[in-house]
């Protein structure tokens, strides 16, 4: 059966290499050819992208670097410290504002905001006349109770 077969592939490319196309279907061939390759490179039959290909490459790097200019130049956002850290450096905040005022409740209660408003009242008035070391050191003044 394998000789029957070589035997007809043979046969079969023989016949092949023997034919010869004539001039005309040559010619119509090429003719067929040409006419779908100027059909395809018509501008109505291109895609969209194919067409804009330029404007819309130059559209796309343009927001890529001003989208990279963005980036690289925005005002990192400062976090707000996390709720009862105490605030560090030279900082100070008033006494009367909430976040002194919650502090001193989270850390003291009620008596602690009290004090803290002593403190304030202390600070607005003019300063106190101080008899004896004793009273200093302990705080107390002459005009004090």
Same mark, same amino acid.
Request: proline share 8%.
């Given at each position: 059966?394998?000789?029957?077969? /070589?035997?007809?592939? =043979?046969? &079969?490319?023989?016949?092949?290499?023997?034919?010869?196309?004539?001039? /005309?279907?040559?010619?119509?061939m090429?003719?067929?050819?040409?006419? +779908?390759?100027?059909?395809?490179?018509?501008?109505?039959?291109?895609? $969209?992208?194919?067409?804009?290909?330029?404007?819309?490459?130059?559209?796309?790097?343009?927001?890529?670097?001003?989208?990279?200019?963005?980036?690289l $130049?925005?005002?990192?956002?400062?976090?707000?410290?996390?709720?009862?850290?105490?605030?560090?450096?030279?900082?100070? &905040?008033?006494?009367?504002?909430?976040?002194?005022?919650?502090?001193? $409740?989270? =850390?003291?209660?009620? /008596?602690?905001?009290?004090? +803290? &408003?002593?403190? $304030?009242?202390?600070?607005?008035? %003019? =300063?106190? /006349?101080?008899?004896?070391?004793?009273?200093?050191?302990?705080?107390?003044? =002459?005009?004090? %109770?």
């Amino acid at each position: 059966m394998d000789n029957w077969s /070589e035997q007809n592939i =043979e046969k &079969l490319l023989k016949t092949l290499a023997d034919i010869h196309p004539s001039v /005309e279907s040559t010619d119509r061939m090429q003719k067929q050819v040409r006419n +779908l390759i100027a059909d395809r490179c018509r501008s109505d039959v291109r895609s $969209f992208l194919v067409r804009h290909k330029e404007p819309i490459c130059t559209i796309a790097a343009a927001t890529l670097i001003v989208t990279g200019l963005l980036a690289l $130049f925005r005002p990192i956002p400062t976090a707000p410290p996390p709720p009862g850290s105490k605030i560090q450096g030279g900082q100070v &905040l008033s006494p009367t504002s909430m976040g002194t005022l919650n502090r001193a $409740f989270d =850390e003291g209660g009620m /008596e602690a905001v009290e004090d +803290l &408003l002593k403190e $304030f009242m202390k600070m607005k008035k %003019p =300063e106190p /006349e101080i008899k004896s070391i004793d009273d200093a050191t302990n705080g107390r003044s =002459e005009k004090e %109770p």
